[in-house]
């Protein structure tokens, strides 16, 4: 209930009732090829920002974006994301424009790594729309959840069918 509470009050305060979320998982882009390949992550990175930039253009009036990433200093401890973590800076560069707002969990005196995942989570699957790259099961697990609050079944089968990409494993737009 402490994670929830910590999620609606982030929601509240950083976002408001209406935004977009994005999840990039560069751990599972990274896994795929076996090394890390800056080129390809930023090539993934920067079809995930066009694509949230196009919604955003589109869109009525400002709309924010949360954005939750495995190369953050909380994110994934495997080892597959330790250089991702090390271009941080570099990749939220290509970010940038898109303003992002990010969780900080120093704000909630939160510390541990699944923790701050819960909540993450929660926020991404709480936005109106949801942009995913990288694939895997926990980014799965999250489109699940968000695609569970999409009304009817055939929907939810339309929208999985359409977030696959072979570049990037797991590239859509929900």
């Known amino acids: 209930s402490r994670l929830l509470e910590v999620t609606r009050d982030f929601i509240a305060k950083r976002l408001g009732p209406l935004f977009v979320s994005a999840h990039i998982r560069t751990e599972k882009i990274v896994s795929r090829v076996g090394f890390y390949n800056d080129k390809l992550v930023k090539t993934c990175i920067s079809n995930l920002a066009n694509l949230v930039q196009k919604y955003k253009n589109a869109s009525r009036g400002p709309i924010p974006l949360f954005l939750a990433t495995d190369f953050g200093d909380y994110g994934s401890l495997s080892g597959d994301v330790i250089t991702a973590r090390k271009n941080a800076n570099s990749l939220m560069k290509d970010l940038a424009p898109l303003n992002p707002i990010i969780f900080q969990p120093s704000t909630y005196s939160l510390t541990d790594h699944g923790a701050v995942a819960l909540v993450e989570m929660n926020i991404v ?25 999409i009304n009817t079944d055939q929907n939810k089968e339309d929208a999985k069918t359409k977030c696959k990409n072979e570049l990037c494993n797991m590239l859509c737009c929900l």
């Open 125 to 149: 699957t709480s936005g109106s729309r949801l942009f995913v790259v990288g694939g895997g099961s926990f980014q799965e697990w999250q489109v699940d959840i968000f695609l569970n609050k």
